[in-house]
């Protein structure tokens, strides 16, 4: 038996026969702004699935803890359940979006060093921004958790560095959110890695294979990502 858990924006989460496992459908639908901007593009859950596999699989390569298991179709993946711990980490290697508008910098100035942001995963509030001693004194986590949190994202931002620059692709910022594994409390990488959820700019051209040609009416979503797609195709 199969019972829809929890139906977001991009995903439905589905409970499996196993308690420790769910089924994630990836939707066709995109959302920007805190969910005022909204459109559906056929295709999109296909492609969003595609690109995460392929991202989740070289995660795996390089040893970093995931909830990934495997894809089951094309829009479809089975995960390890997990507790996710509310708080939306932003890794940014390139200035752009809201910290372009918040510190009045240029996007594309490179930031020299990895900055890596908490947000408090709350749609009521619009994901404030908070420190870790916000998280600490709300209990949304623990020092050695965020302490972990931190090393696995600045260990993920490395590998897919090193993966779209083989692709001609710039990673310039980009969410992650992890959980706790019901079976020991372990921190992994959850949720998805996606151009939902990256900005990704080519190399030379800083054309964006990325959500924000929907956020700003650049390009055709699903075309833009399936070019991501077939980019990542081609690196081994
Ligand atoms: P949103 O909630 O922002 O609209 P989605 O449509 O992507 O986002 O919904 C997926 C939901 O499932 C998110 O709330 C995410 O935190 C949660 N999630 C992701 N991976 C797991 C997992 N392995 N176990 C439990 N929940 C998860
Ligand atoms: N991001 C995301 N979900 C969010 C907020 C941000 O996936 O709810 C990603 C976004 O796609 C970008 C990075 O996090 O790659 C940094 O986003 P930013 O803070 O610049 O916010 P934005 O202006 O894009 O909302």
């Given at each position: 038996?199969?019972?829809l858990?929890?139906?977001g ?60 298991i ?7 993946q ?8 509310p ?22 100035t490179?930031l ?31 020092e ?62 800083h ?30």
């Amino acid at each position: 038996m199969s019972q829809l858990l929890y139906e977001g924006k991009a995903k439905k989460m589905f409970t499996t026969d196993d308690p420790d496992v769910l089924r994630v459908e990836y939707k066709n639908d995109a959302t920007a702004f805190n969910g005022k901007k909204k459109a559906v593009f056929p295709g999109k859950g296909k492609l969003n699935n595609a690109i995460c596999t392929k991202i989740f699989h070289v995660l795996k390569e390089n040893n970093l803890p995931t909830h990934f298991i495997e894809k089951i179709s094309e829009t479809e993946q089975l995960v390890k359940a997990v507790d996710i711990v509310p708080i939306e980490v932003v890794v940014r290697n390139i200035v752009a979006g809201s910290l372009a508008k918040r510190l009045g910098l240029d996007e594309g100035t490179d930031l020299g060093q990895t900055i890596v942001e908490f947000y408090y995963k709350s749609d009521e509030l619009g994901d404030p921004m908070i420190n870790d001693d916000h998280a600490l004194a709300t209990k949304i986590a623990t020092e050695e958790e965020l302490a972990e949190i931190r090393r696995q994202a600045l260990s993920v931002n490395e590998v897919l560095q090193a993966l779209f620059a083989e692709a001609g692709i710039l990673l310039v910022d980009f969410k992650l959110e992890f959980g706790k594994l019901k079976s020991n409390g372990g921190i992994v990488l959850a949720d998805e890695i996606s151009p939902d959820t990256c900005r990704l700019w080519d190399k030379e051209t800083h054309e964006k294979l990325d959500k924000d040609v929907f956020r700003r009416n650049i390009a055709d979503l699903p075309e833009t990502y399936e070019k991501l797609l077939s980019r990542l195709e081609a690196v081994k």
